[in-house]
């Protein structure tokens, strides 16, 4: 907050105390489910998503038949992931909105880089479920969803059911959100409560775009404004592809 | 979008014949229901959502004492408003996650451009009925759906509950998609279903962002596509934009 | 109904103004959807209600292979198309007991001049929706969705699948109702909240009954004010057979 | 009805071999519940329909400050009332429609011959539970339900919270149908499956209407045919009421 | 239990005024329904439910083609079974936990002492439907549903469908609980709501244990007053399984 | 239990390869939320439970006034923590009758043990969710429910503003069951679904009952079996509570 006369970057303190361009700490542990074809927890600071992928060997019944197969994805918070407590979803008998366009997400943006007729007739069920909140749990969803869905892939081509790995790309996703007039990157609870505005971005390895949801919060932002949220973004997945690739051993 | 010299746009034709950049015939109906605060339908080519804006003098309890008032927003569909009939959610006793994104998207669209503590401590549900879908509903009733918050708030003006209209900027939405590689506006049904990418643009009068959604149906899309497409929304949205304040008397 | 030679009928007079026989003004608007094999537009006054006619070439699992064909009804009302907002049931999570009477008394009276049998393995859908409400709605519904009904049959005819139009009758309906001891026809909403009985006939254009519903909402009524009810029941519905025959063109 | 002077009764045989006009053997049991304020268990012949009504010394919010109270009524069937088991409404989740549109019935039709006013601001509940069906038990849960509710407000006399049983009439109902043709009294299930139309009455102890339900099953029947079924539903009614009166002492 | 010479049973006075080990009146009547199968109505005192057991020639999905056949059970009770009027689960749209535990009870203890195999491809559903409760609503229903169950098997035998009945064990239950420190036998509702601690017991004819369910409710309870309870319950079930052979003729 | 004198333990191994009195490694990790006033994670073997308690400073309506707090408890399982994946409860609109079966299961017992009065006007909601199954969750989460809970009192006592921890005692539960004929401690899942008889005791720091449940699941089991469960559930619990004890620095 004290600004030395050459150095405007420091005027500017986010919340987190990270510089605007700055990830959080990401980590990713595989194998941690016992009985998941594949899994992993992954981290961005001290949001904690568990990640676990199901292979099976059906497919429902409007699906079947096709010469193809499905990847989906179901999301949920444990009732104390949360600041203070939210009602557990299964007691009050449905899904929240939020709940639902966060699953829709995630299985849309994992399908985008899968190879569904190289799948063969077969479901991949990716689940992600928040341990811990501290903002970010969507793009930390993709992310480790897409380590999960990769590991029970390499299963299934380990058993001999599949040639090789029918994906195409990587997949990663990060946020980024203006914040007192800044475009800054990966947005922790306190960071996007305070928010002007917010964006999740979902990209693949080679660069391009899945999925963007840019929303203003308080007040409508700039072309401009969201041109930087954007080369945030591509930054930060950048990171996060290399953690990803590392981890798989690709 | 920027085609060569020679290139005939003979050799592109969208399903409907229309220019990448031109936007469907596009009609705004005012005060159609004789009940409503303020209502209007609103048709983009064949699509006609029914659009109501009801004003409640109360506060669901969540939001009472604040000292500033709430926009919502409903949306639904009638069950043969599509090619093939749907099921009636109100049957099946719960509303999709589609029906519920679609419904978040309009609201917080709606309230971006609210000032909410000058609407003082009263809400206004905004109904948008998809009486015939032929794509683009949710930008429809986005659209439509701010001329009836505009007539409804204009009738408090009128009624002397409020000194003016509290609304800051006109909003207005429309998608845009990749068709065969190429960025076009206004998809319907038909363009929609065989697009690579899609993406809606929710933009203020004065040129700036309240939502962007963007998603790759069957291929990632690049950055540049990107712009395309946010190029053909700002023209498009400014057309909406200009029907709207017509409309409105503004 | 029949007044003494000095009885001024001028002495009585209903909210609406009209004369106690006197049907409100009733259009039928055909062909108004793009996608449904049958619907129209329905008004009785300011009381407007959408019905459409969907087919469906298969039936559901419990009326598969008894040779035999099925019609059935759905009925909704818009949220605001009521004087003040009713809360949508879609998002309630369930239909009102109100609703499920409705669409299984519009059923029934549309299944009773059908030839099940002539129909064949198939099933119409008919949605009655209801965008403006101002008494009345379930009659208009019965009297728009059966012409909504056989339009969509006469298609079935034009493509050669059926060999004539299997319905055996037309059928309408019309309320009538008790309204300061007196018998009067087609309650709008502001009588039908001051009747003290109220009465629906559902007939048919031979003369017969298909259903008859009467309630005394706050005394019990008589057999020969009853009577009365029915007679003018019959003179109206012959009115609304009237329009429907010369709508389709029978 | 009228039959020819040698017409030979013996041609026309009811599946129960009952006369035209016959009630099956009606019995009401009173005090059959240990903890209810009022009840009794209610016989048409096999059907058998177990009557409480319970008071509570408030009303729903929506009910409060109007200075009366309310009458409701709750109706269910055991899953083996049936001659084939049904599924249990509380494990399905919801009520069908069939069931909302009796309770609905039963409970307009007691509250059609009670003075809310004079009862003041409680609520009596009214369970009409289904212990074996036969066909009828709509109609032996009003007829049933009134001398529940009777019971109940007694007591409240008798504890010196009511100066007099603010009801004002007896109601009791029956139904009558056409069968071959012919009009016939309180159809058991055979015949009800079997007829062409079925009619509900519910009447009052001076002869007047509460609520008549008429439904053309397989065909529309004529004025005639249903002026002979409420006559024979009169006849039916004044039967019952003779029973409920004996019944409570009156 | 055991009391010393001179010890004043007098001093220690049950609500009930029944000794410690004294069951309460309990009478069993068979073919009470006439369209179950099998059926009865068990009284435990004041508490009476009705139990029928429905056979159906089929299975549910998950259960075909596995060479045996199933035993489930449904619990409810009627709305006012009890002291306070309960809201109905049917209208609540959810059978709470309780039942939910109660039912699963039932269908675990019948299924201990049916032969799956012998009773071939063939369910028996049993519903046990409280009329009246005063406490012990399970352990009536353990009883008269196997009662019940008991009777349909032999229609099925009696049909020459089943060579004989596939049952190898009677089953019968009871509760005990700790009221002001005493173990005491078949505790009513003011017991029950009054006891320091309640166990029910399942028990077969030859004297082993299909479930035990022991709860304190206001304090834990040492391993000898469990073993005091145990006691009572295998004297009580012992009287109540002569009176299940009794009435069953075996 | 009792094994002859050259009866070989080497003759009976379980799955496991455990002695029969012989508890998985149990593990303790408290604090692992963030968020929550109390919390640990618990195992037994494979099985894993996060556990989490979260006061709130009100009571639920029908709560209130009564001079007392209440502790409650919510169980869930992922989706994948199951050998093969089951769906989310939260997808299907309820939670299982074994679901509700466990968390009231867990409330009674903590309840148990907690002076409600000293708790004072405040609620306790302890959620256990298992990550990872393979027998024994609800035992798990009783004792890891309790630790959470004890943290979370702590947390109240350190802020002043309570007294003391108003806990009486610590409790514990553990599984046992009969596998080929031998009482076994702490089930797996592999033993479990084996066994012919399977038992949980919620048992006390000193020594006396708070639960037990006993279920034959193919055979019922006799008294002195049952015996055999309950010494090894005491000498197990006592390692539990020993367990808890040291990791709360009792």
Known sequence: MSSPAFA???EFTRPSGRMPHELRSITLECGVSAHAEGSCLISFGRTKVLCTASIEESLPPFLRGKGQGWVTAEYGMLPRS???????????GKQTGRTQEIQRLIGRS??????????????VIVDCDVLQADGGTRTAAITGGFVALHLALQKLVGAGKLPKVPVQQSVAAISAGIWKGMPVLDLDYDEDSTAEADANFVL???????????????EPFSRDQFAGLMALAESGVAQLIAL????LGL
Chains 1, 2, 3, 4, 5, 6 share one sequence.
Do not use: C, F, W
Not at 244 to 247: E, H, N
């Open 110 to 123: 994992l399908r985008a880089v899968t190879d569904l007729v190289a799948l063969g007739e077969r479901q």
């Open 82 to 92: 949360t600041h203070t407590r939210s009602n557990r979803e299964a007691a009050k």
């Open 244 to 247: 990803q690739r590392k981890t």
């Open 8 to 10: 405007p970057m420091t």
């Open 204 to 218: 693949t390895s080679d660069g391009r775009i899945v999925e963007i949801q840019g929303t203003a919060e308080a």
